[in-house]
């Protein structure tokens, strides 16, 4: 029988993939900086590079459907910036 991919494992892909910094294997890109994010306006389209960044280096995510995988932010407080990833429900702070 043919192991099935579970919701739980790919959250724990895209929190590995979130916490590793890029090139944090040697001769791959893999990886994500997600505090890049943060200074600058979510209009620059970077935040589609980086769901399209996150789909390359986890290939479980191809297999979901477009709106499946987002990026965002909430402010909270004064002077502070939650980014939050969403993967088909599932939301991960990451700031």
Partial sequence: MKPTITAQDIQAMVSHWLSTPPNGYL???Y???PQSLLQNP???????AFIGK???DVPALEAMPAGAVNVFYVDALPDRR???VDVAGWQERVS
């Fill in 82 to 84: 939650e980014l939050i």
């Fill in 54 to 56: 996150m789909r390359e």
């Fill in 42 to 48: 979510m209009a620059a389209g970077i935040g589609d």
């Fill in 27 to 29: 001769g791959s890109d």
């Fill in 31 to 33: 990886g994500a900086d």
